[in-house]
């Protein structure tokens, strides 16, 4: 068995190693969102600074995507000895891939408890088409983010099980970088939280909640704390900073725009801009791509009556299946934007809901397609890998 591991180990980071060969030795990308400084230029950049000297030296202020800032402003001071391209290497690249690569398999570990299968999840969550194109366009905040959304979700669940103040805060510091990296990726986690709570509370006993609903003022005091840097003068300035974006971010007319996923599309966790990534450049749904989500609510086939259920793992096991096919639809709906069907709901949502007029872009629902799919095709996979052994042993 350990020398399965091991081989198993082995293949897992060869196939990773030549997915991302080209970020270590090849020139670093510096088109999309990926800017390029000199390293002269690095040098001036002040330790958290909330002023921004990129803009043809000028100046500007940092303050409506500071929570972003932040991490850039600390560590290129840090690094400042190093050229960008190494900094870029050190600081965004392989954050990215040691944290998507672990969170995730972390987090199938938690609910499946499958060392094999993890690494399966691991390259789903790591390696799929809106991951690769992500970092391919240098959006490399948010990459960071999504590399450590499983993370959260892992820490959501240790607190759920035993919820203590050690849990309570290990939640908020994960969610804190995850909203400190990009603020939609939080806001996309904490729909899933909400969702997984809600179903928490219907098997938790009253002793249960009443902690979770102790421990709460902690977890948002934590959060709001160690943003206070960027809310307090949000809050101080009303927001002024913010409303400069204009309807280019706000208005349904950007929303439509932007919708380029069609709802085929997201059901098969396929980027619209898929391989070339091209800005508009959309093809046909492309079929070998109906797999994934053939195998993610295949794993509904393997659900049984919970009266046959032999053990409470068994139980638990079913309802984190549940959990992630309803993620995986909540996903796939709202992925495809102002695109039918219900198109228009999407709409309504970006003009009435709070906090969704950062969704101009559909695309960052992707997120919890590639979630949900990454711990559902595992989990059905060893399912029918279980089922032939069974048939034909």
């Not at 103040?165 to 909400?194: E, G, N, T």
Request: with cysteine.
């Amino acid at each position: 068995m350990k020398k399965n591991k091991v081989f198993g180990g082995i293949i897992f980071f060869v196939v990773f190693f030549w997915i991302f060969k080209e970020w270590f030795f090849s020139p670093v990308i510096a088109g999309g969102d990926l800017i390029y400084l000199y390293s002269q230029f690095m040098h001036t950049i002040s330790f958290l600074s909330a002023w921004d000297m990129r803009n043809g030296g000028m100046g500007s202020s940092m303050l409506p995507t500071l929570w972003l800032e932040a991490y850039t402003t600390a560590t290129i001071k840090v690094f400042s000895f190093i050229n960008w391209e190494t900094y870029v290497r050190l600081v965004w690249f392989l954050p990215y891939i040691i944290f998507s690569i672990t969170s995730s398999y972390f987090l199938y570990k938690k609910y499946f408890n499958n060392y094999f299968l993890g690494q399966v999840a691991s390259m789903l969550y790591a390696c799929n088409t809106y991951a690769l194109l992500m970092v391919a366009g240098g959006q490399m905040g948010i990459a960071l983010s999504y590399a450590l959304a499983p993370l959260m979700l892992f820490a959501l669940e240790n607190f759920l099980e035993k919820p203590n103040l050690k849990r309570s805060i290990f939640f908020s510091v994960i969610f804190s970088i995850v909203f400190l990296l990009d603020i939609r990726i939080a806001y996309m986690m904490l729909l899933v939280c909400s969702v997984r709570i809600m179903m928490k509370l219907f098997s938790a006993n009253l002793g249960k909640v009443k902690k979770y609903l102790y421990f709460l003022p902690v977890i948002i005091l934590s959060v709001i704390g160690l943003h206070a840097f960027w809310l307090l003068p949000t809050y101080l300035t009303h927001g002024a900073a913010i409303s400069e974006f204009g309807a280019i971010y706000t208005g349904a007319g950007a929303v439509k725009f932007f919708s380029f996923a069609k709802f085929e599309d997201a059901f098969g966790l396929l980027h619209p801009n898929w391989p070339e990534n091209i800005f508009g450049l959309t093809h046909f749904m492309r079929p070998e791509f109906l797999v994934l989500p053939i195998l993610a609510y295949g794993s509904l086939l393997f659900l049984k009556p919970f009266d046959s259920l032999r053990s409470l793992r068994e139980k638990q096991e079913q309802l984190y299946v549940l959990f992630f096919v309803l993620v995986g639809l909540i996903g796939a709906f709202l992925a495809k934007g102002a695109n039918e069907p219900f198109g228009g709901l999407y709409l309504w949502m970006f003009a009435h809901i709070p906090g969704f007029i950062m969704f101009r872009d559909p695309t960052k629902w992707y997120l919890l397609i590639a979630l949900s799919y990454s711990m559902l095709v595992p989990y059905t996979t060893g399912k029918v890998y279980e089922f032939l052994q069974r048939r034909f042993a």
